[in-house]
């Protein structure tokens, strides 16, 4: 497992164009949330140690938040020949046994994952009503193994205040996961 963290994509920054297969096997586009007063981005996967850590929270979190209108989507982009516990097929089971109410997209070529300037799993990415990135950072301070209880409260406190019409708050800490797993020769130069 390697700690990895978020680029830090930078605020204001227009949320990157995608149209992803979805596990019930519909195409899910940007264009679906236009009208949102949030869209929430995650990259995400199934097998990612970070993920596993945080996954029945999420859940809870994203039926809230969908429930007071905010459009909320996973992406899976790791390299499933090299990891296949994230394959589409295993992601149908995932999103079944965690309850995940919101799409859960697969990035096979990886390139939704190199415009949003993903770094790792599970990484956050919140857009206004206008689709402008307003947070980009962890979900809370919780880790695997740190005792620390996983509340949501940093993405939480950035979604209220995005739904109040509010900034959301300046001090904003990288997320920190594994690293999306990469095809040989598609790693992308935005880390050096």
């Keep these: 497992m390697v700690k990895t963290a978020s680029t830090m994509l930078p605020l204001g920054t227009k949320a990157p164009d995608f149209t992803l297969p979805n596990v019930d096997g519909r195409l899910v586009s940007l264009a679906d949330f ?95 009503k206008n689709q402008k990135l307003v947070y980009r950072g962890q979900m809370d301070s919780s880790r695997p193994q740190s005792g620390i209880p996983v509340t949501g409260q940093d993405l939480r406190t950035a979604l209220d205040a995005v739904l109040a019409g509010k900034p959301a708050q300046a001090d904003q800490k990288a997320s920190l996961g594994c690293n999306i797993k990469w095809k040989s020769g598609n790693e992308p130069d935005y880390f050096g």
């Excluded at 996954?55 to 905010?70: I, K, W």
């Excluded at 899976?76 to 799409?103: C, I, L, Q, W």
């Design 34 to 128: 236009e009208g949102a007063p949030a869209l929430l981005v995650m990259f995400m996967c199934n097998h990612c140690p970070y993920v596993i850590h945080v996954a029945d929270a999420l859940a809870r979190l994203a039926h809230e938040y969908q429930q007071r209108g905010v459009a909320v989507v996973g992406i899976s982009s790791n390299d499933v020949s090299k990891h296949p516990a994230d394959s589409p097929e295993r992601m149908v089971a995932e999103a079944e046994e965690r309850g995940y109410t919101f799409p859960y997209l697969y990035d096979e070529t990886q390139e939704v994952a190199r415009a949003y300037r993903a770094a790792c799993t599970p990484d956050f990415f919140l857009f206004d």
